[in-house]
């Protein structure tokens, strides 16, 4: 008998809560590619709870089960925080753990473990049936084997239950695997030699499960749709399924592609938005990245998206070889002046591994991050300074801000509660057990019972930090018990009526966090200097004078007057990073200001309850499509 679990890890974040669009879709195709193997039993760990447990739970979790084989998906996101698990894991039992994924490539160091018995580069559904068939042919890198007869006539693994498309909304189908185009900066074609199409037959049959299971996004995942062959076709098809629009599609394309026949295909289908790798408008950047582009046709192509109802989002890269701060500045302006800014993002080039960038890095010379997301830091052509610049022009050209802090929750309040010391650790159900998303601490707690908490944290967590437990040393003490354990979850302190200011700098030595984590190089144009993305600290009180500024610092105005705010009220705040609402007011009248503030909570200072079912109430109204609320099942109110 194999037993085996199959664990993607997602992308790291600071609220807890949010979809992280952490879907396994490679473990499904595992699964799904030795279900009929005898005496082997393949579990995947749900999204719905690996996506939102700390470090120690994951681990404990895991221990318990016990499998014989464990298997990651191993992303730039999560590399590091799987080679931590499976040393953890290792140090309970001796399973046998597979690393697989777009991260496993020969010229990535960082994959590099003694815990790790097995990595598999490439497609892995040959390789892992092999693997579990014959212990014996278990290599270092087992050879590739291609998965396209596989891939081509077998369902998607949503109509055999084995994925959670409730979570995000959303089901991904990939029509086909591999792409034409070898851009330098991207290594999807690292370990394929050609294309493979999905039979049309399982497209739409997936397709119409779920418009049935009115699943409200389906996400065609393919590196450029356009490049399928017998797309109108399969479009006529898909718009007859799709006719009363139940699902909302979205997928990639080359704009450039597009004439008024496929883009009336396209609208006919059902297709509400499209991702478009622009990338440069830069003739020199785009020669050396292989992506030549006739802007001309990339332009009206878009348009003819925008003229039907269908957004195309537009991908730029800051950082390009070949490409400086002028040029980069072309680019942002080009998609302004032709009117195709309503949903732009931008990135700085990640020299990845397994690319063309990475190989000629030193040729190119490229200088960048060697941790994930690999972040390139100067070019001959882009000063460090000029990547501040370009984003900085970039935020104020589209009107945007392309790295907000976290959104405002900041809730503990259960009920009637009125004193910090008469609430309860908010606790929240993931499976069939029960996490701490919110540890209270009012007052000091034993060290015994933070070592217990510090096994059951969500990722990421809270700390609620009441006037009277804001001692230095032991704040110190309770930071290194939580974080030894938990090296990889982030975490957000919040101060409530503090009376001095919190020495960020001191409780960021206490922290075990491993550093640099993903956050410390992902979000490094947050704030001015790099450094600490992982542990956001947060100041609560009544006094609006106060100052605490700072990198990964906000400040909230606690308001508990007996009356709710006008738009004055907010505006005048509006210095602030936000406002915690706690008026001593019936709810009914809280949930009738709610409703009728919500349609403006983008315009004014971000707002918050302290209420936990107000707090989730208020999310409903302004966040709703971000929020997995699944993950959101707090304890019974008290009053």
Not at 270 to 283: A, D, V
Not at 453 to 460: D, E, K, V
Not at 555 to 566: A, E
Request: hydrophobic share 40%; charged share 25%; glycine share 6%.
């Amino acid at each position: 008998m194999s037993d085996v679990l199959l664990i993607q890890l997602p992308i790291p974040q600071l609220n807890y809560g949010r979809q992280t669009g952490n879907i396994p879709l490679a473990a499904a195709c595992l699964k799904q590619a030795v279900i009929d193997l005898p005496d082997t039993d393949v579990e995947i760990l749900p999204e719905s709870i690996v996506s939102y447990l700390g470090d120690a739970a994951l681990v404990r979790m895991i221990a318990a089960r016990r499998p014989e084989v464990i298997g990651f998906s191993v992303f730039s996101w999560n590399v590091r925080r799987c080679l931590y698990l499976a040393e953890q894991i290792k140090s309970i039992y001796r399973p046998r753990i597979i690393f697989g994924g777009p991260e496993i490539t020969p010229d990535n160091a960082n994959i590099d473990s003694e815990h790790v018995e097995s990595y598999v580069c490439g497609e892995g559904e040959a390789v892992f049936r092999r693997l579990l068939q014959d212990p014996r042919s278990w290599e270092r890198y087992p050879a590739a084997e291609d998965a396209a007869t596989n891939f081509e006539s077998s369902p998607s693994p949503y109509l055999q239950g084995l994925l959670e498309p409730w979570v995000e909304n959303m089901m991904l189908l990939e029509t086909q695997r591999g792409c034409p185009y070898r851009c330098g900066y991207c290594y999807y074609n690292k370990s394929r030699e050609r294309i493979s199409v999905k039979k049309e037959k399982q497209v739409l049959r997936a397709t119409r499960w779920a418009c049935e299971q009115g699943i409200a996004e389906l996400y065609f995942l393919d590196p450029s749709l356009n490049t399928r062959p017998g797309l109108k076709d399969l479009l006529k098809e898909i718009g007859k399924i799709n006719a009363s629009r139940s699902s909302a599609l979205l997928s990639e394309i080359r704009a450039e592609s597009l004439d008024e026949k496929l883009a009336n295909l396209f609208a006919a289908a059902g297709f509400t938005w499209f991702e478009i790798g622009l990338q440069s408008t830069s003739p020199t950047a785009l020669t050396v990245m292989n992506r030549r582009t006739d802007l001309n046709r990339f332009r009206n192509g878009a348009l003819l998206l925008k003229q039907r109802g269908i957004i195309p989002g537009i991908d730029l890269i800051a950082g390009l070889p070949g490409d400086d701060l002028n040029g980069f500045r072309r680019s942002v302006d080009f998609i302004v002046d032709n009117d195709l800014h309503d949903d732009v993002q931008v990135f700085p080039l990640s020299v990845l591994p397994g690319t063309e960038f990475r190989a000629n890095s030193q040729a190119l010379g490229l200088r960048y991050e060697p941790e994930p997301p690999y972040a390139v830091i100067a070019t001959p052509t882009f000063s460090p300074q000029d990547l501040l610049m370009a984003f900085d022009y970039a935020e104020s050209r589209l009107d945007t801000c392309l790295y907000p802090l976290p959104d405002l929750n900041a809730a503990w309040r259960n009920g009637q509660q009125t004193r910090l010391e008469n609430c309860r650790d908010v606790t929240v159900l993931l499976g069939e057990d029960r996490y701490v998303c919110k540890l209270i601490v009012a007052e000091q707690r034993p060290p015994s019972e933070l070592t217990e908490i510090a096994g059951r944290l969500t990722h990421p967590y809270q700390i609620i930090i009441g006037p009277r437990a804001c001692n230095r040393q032991y704040l110190a003490r309770m930071l290194k018990i939580l974080t030894t354990v938990n090296p990889y979850t982030a975490l957000e302190l919040v101060f409530l009526e503090p009376s001095d200011r919190p020495d960020t700098d001191m409780l960021l030595e206490a922290m075990r966090l491993r550093r640099p984590q993903y956050l410390d190089h992902e979000q490094r144009y947050l704030f001015p200097s790099p450094g600490n993305r992982s542990a956001l600290f947060t100041l609560v009180s009544k006094d609006a004078s106060l100052r605490f500024r700072g990198d990964m610092q906000r400040q909230l105005y606690w308001w508990n007057h007996d009356r709710l705010p006008t738009t004055e009220d907010l505006k005048s705040l509006s210095e602030l990073d936000g406002m915690l609402l706690d008026p001593p007011l019936p709810e009914p009248q809280i949930v009738v200001w709610q409703h009728r503030f919500s349609q403006y909570a983008n315009e004014y200072l971000h707002i918050g309850f302290a209420d936990l079912m107000l707090q989730k109430r208020w999310m409903q109204l302004t966040a709703a499509n971000d929020i997995y609320f699944g993950a959101l099942t707090y304890g019974k109110r008290k009053g």
